[in-house]
């Protein structure tokens, strides 16, 4: 049975924005009358149940049986975006360019079709309501950006394959696990002919082949044939929660969960296996991926048959680290050499043979991916140029490699590639770009009578305003210019990290530094600086991303930052920085003590019952959640 009766009387609460009683609107609707109801009433308050706000009313928003009236939703939509003005103007916490000045000016006019990208990109369907020739021209100008063969050629293995997002990243991390699932575990897509065995079209089916046989030159594993479609899964513990909840919805094994419960005791660099591969300096360190870590990881791996995929970030949520991926690639591509990983011949039908990789390397570039290219534009430059003059002030070393040009030993690494439309070129809403090449994709072609479009693409429906974002942002500036911006956001950093480097001079001259300082840090070429969590108020105001971190002295240190989007200007900062000056600003009540593990169980047991094992570490604090 329900814990939840239907047929239960409620209590009667006030309901919109007049506070009229839940019954009340419903007799003024002619709903009530007595009758059965023909909609559920509200079992509690949702002014008391939902978080609140005090610069906005729930009640104002509340949508009563007979709607509401002109004024009362105008006067809605013009508290709600009087709100969004104010937090607009102090945002400086999360990865999110709040620069839209052109957005109305220029696409308004939009807002009165339904855009609708359904189905594949480069096949313009038959809803034709679409922006598709727009994502077109936005995809390409990100393959060139990203260094892959471009234009889409269906014919050219190492063309680009690629489409705008509806969602964020965490949309195109999805879609690059579940394409990497499938390659390296041996599935395709088959098309068969029609006209055989009564099938009067041609039907897709989805196919697992038999274990594949190395190609030749690679080492076989006879000792662990069962292996050879059995991806495991790394990455590093700044990894986005996101990424983590894929692993968990695609049910892909982490090399934790295969560690712990096939290989226990032999985790080649710890006496028990880690959750997730270590970041450099743990909590204090700068957040990117420990590369001799992995490497003996993927060894381990890779030594018994497995199929490898890795994950690294190019931009990580809380510290802004970028993963060495050249330097990863360097070391573990000769692991591939070694153990038959770099080509697998695949017999999906007969006489015809697909040849794979037995590894995959996708690149959660959200942030960095949107960012860097426009710097290594920058670092092209004349050496005497204004531009390159002003970037040498910002970066002594050389631009980070990460995309579809990077090569080690003739291997082109990099399998697929994901950034966020909302984060640096700035977006309304949500959206980004995903992008691979033809040679590791497993679908064929296929046309759905509906759309008259190939349904390659993750979501069915897909908004057709993103691209049009995307394309204003990119065409209203030239490379240069978008360099230029480039290079700006990093002295925006700098001169955030020193602003805060001399607030804690001046807290400390007036004795009010809270003890052990401020811990100001920024991680290499990161567009983010961390410090000490400011008061709640604070937080509140200027919308910073905090993160508990447990460091090395066994302090759990609480910490914010502030990243340096091209919406955040030095006069921003300075604001920001006197807020934090001020008596109090970092006065925060003492937490109270929470549960201790296993509180509520009964003496002695064990954390999980016999058998059970540990999949994937869930993190509910930091990378994104707070």
């Known amino acids: 049975m329900s814990g939840h009766p239907t047929g239960r009387q409620h209590p009667d609460f006030p309901y919109g924005p007049d506070d009229t009683t839940w019954s009340e609107l419903l007799a003024s609707a002619g709903l009530g009358n007595g009758h059965a109801p023909v909609i559920a009433g509200p079992a509690r308050d949702p002014r008391e149940v939902y978080p609140s706000d005090p610069e906005l009313e729930i009640g104002e928003f509340e949508i009563p049986a007979e709607g509401l009236?002109?004024?009362?939703?105008?006067?809605?939509?013009?508290?709600?975006?009087?709100?969004?003005?104010?937090?607009?103007?102090?945002?400086?916490?999360?990865?999110?360019?709040?620069?839209?000045?052109?957005?109305?000016?220029?696409?308004?006019?939009?807002?009165?079709?339904?855009?609708?990208?359904?189905?594949?990109?480069?096949?313009?369907?038959?809803?034709?309501?679409?922006?598709?020739?727009?994502?077109?021209?936005?995809?390409?100008?990100?393959?060139?950006?990203?260094?892959?063969?471009?234009?889409?050629?269906?014919?050219?293995?190492?063309?680009?394959w690629g489409y705008v997002l509806t969602m964020g990243s965490t949309e195109g991390n999805l879609y690059a696990l579940a394409s990497a699932r499938d390659y390296l575990s041996g599935k395709k897509l088959i098309t068969e002919p029609g006209g055989d065995d009564g099938q009067p079209v041609a039907q897709m089916m989805y196919v697992q082949a038999a274990p594949p046989t190395p190609a030749a030159g690679g080492a076989p594993r006879p000792e662990a044939p069962d292996n050879a479609y059995r991806p495991v899964a790394f990455y590093s513990e700044d990894t986005h929660y996101s990424v983590i909840r894929a692993v968990r919805t695609l049910a892909i094994d982490t090399f934790a969960a295969i560690g712990r419960r096939e290989y226990p005791g032999q985790c080649p660099i710890a006496d028990e296996w880690p959750m997730e591969v270590p970041s450099r300096g743990g909590a204090e360190g700068s957040g990117e991926i420990d590369v001799e870590?992995?490497?003996?990881?993927?060894?381990?791996?890779?030594?018994?048959?497995?199929?490898?995929?890795?994950?690294?970030?190019?931009?990580?949520?809380?510290?802004?680290?970028?993963?060495?991926?050249?330097?990863?690639?360097?070391?573990?591509?000769?692991?591939?050499?070694?153990?038959?990983?770099?080509?697998?011949?695949?017999?999906?039908?007969?006489?015809?043979?697909?040849?794979?990789?037995?590894?995959?390397?996708?690149?959660?570039?959200?942030?960095?991916?949107?960012?860097?290219?426009?710097?290594?534009?920058?670092?092209?430059?004349?050496?005497?140029?204004?531009?390159?003059?002003?970037?040498?002030?910002?970066?002594?070393?050389?631009?980070?490699?990460?995309?579809?040009?990077?090569?080690?030993h003739g291997v082109d690494v990099v399998s697929s590639l994901v950034m966020s439309g909302h984060k640096w070129p700035g977006a309304p809403w949500p959206c980004g770009v995903f992008m691979t090449k033809n040679k590791f994709r497993v679908e064929p072609p296929s046309t759905p009578a509906y759309t008259g479009s190939p349904d390659t693409t993750f979501a069915g429906s897909?908004?057709?305003?993103?691209?049009?974002?995307?394309?204003?942002?990119l065409a209203s500036r030239s490379?240069?210019?978008?360099?230029?911006?480039?290079?700006?956001?990093?002295?925006?950093?700098?001169?955030?990290?020193?602003?805060?480097?001399?607030?804690?001079?001046?807290?400390?001259?007036?004795?009010?530094?809270?003890?052990?300082?401020?811990?100001?840090?920024?991680?290499?070429?990161?567009?983010?600086?961390?410090?000490?969590?400011?008061?709640?108020?604070?937080?509140?105001?200027?919308?910073?991303?905090?993160?508990?971190?447990?460091?090395?002295?066994?302090?759990?240190?609480?910490?914010?930052?502030?990243?340096?989007?091209?919406?955040?200007?030095?006069?921003?900062?300075?604001?920001?920085?006197e807020d934090l000056f001020a008596e109090g600003a970092f006065d925060r009540p003492e937490p109270r003590p929470g549960p201790r593990p296993g509180a509520g169980r009964p003496a002695g047991a064990a954390t999980?019952?016999?058998?059970?094992?540990?999949?994937?570490?869930?993190?509910?604090?930091?990378?994104?959640?707070q």
């Open 479 to 577: 490379i240069r210019e978008h360099a230029a911006l480039a290079v700006r956001a990093l002295r925006v950093t700098r001169y955030l990290e020193s602003s805060l480097r001399e607030l804690e001079d001046r807290l400390d001259r007036e004795d009010r530094l809270p003890e052990g300082g401020l811990h100001v840090d920024r991680s290499p070429m990161a567009l983010t600086v961390r410090f000490l969590r400011p008061n709640d108020h604070l937080v509140e105001k200027w919308s910073l991303s905090c993160q508990p971190m447990l460091v090395k002295s066994g302090e759990l240190r609480h910490y914010a930052h502030v990243f340096a989007m091209p919406s955040v200007t030095e006069e921003k900062v300075d604001a920001f920085v």
């Open 293 to 408: 870590a992995l490497e003996g990881l993927v060894r381990f791996f890779a030594e018994r048959g497995h199929p490898i995929l890795l994950l690294l970030n190019f931009g990580t949520t809380f510290k802004g680290a970028y993963d060495n991926v050249e330097k990863v690639a360097a070391r573990l591509v000769p692991i591939f050499a070694e153990h038959g990983l770099l080509e697998r011949e695949i017999e999906f039908e007969p006489g015809r043979v697909d040849r794979r990789r037995g590894f995959w390397v996708h690149v959660d570039g959200a942030l960095g991916a949107g960012f860097m290219p426009f710097l290594r534009i920058a670092a092209a430059e004349e050496r005497g140029s204004e531009l390159a003059v002003q970037l040498r002030r910002e970066i002594k070393g050389k631009i980070p490699e990460f995309d579809f040009g990077l090569e080690v």
């Open 608 to 625: 999980f019952a016999t058998d059970v094992r540990p999949l994937a570490l869930v993190p509910v604090l930091g990378r994104g959640f």
């Open 69 to 160: 009236t002109d004024q009362q939703r105008k006067r809605a939509l013009n508290r709600l975006e009087t709100y969004l003005v104010g937090k607009h103007g102090t945002m400086v916490g999360f990865q999110g360019n709040q620069d839209m000045a052109r957005c109305q000016q220029d696409l308004g006019r939009f807002l009165e079709f339904h855009l609708n990208n359904v189905g594949d990109p480069f096949q313009q369907g038959n809803y034709k309501v679409n922006t598709k020739i727009v994502e077109r021209a936005v995809l390409d100008h990100y393959a060139s950006l990203w260094r892959a063969a471009w234009p889409y050629d269906a014919e050219n293995p190492d063309s680009y």
């Open 462 to 473: 897909r908004n057709g305003l993103s691209p049009l974002v995307l394309w204003n942002h």
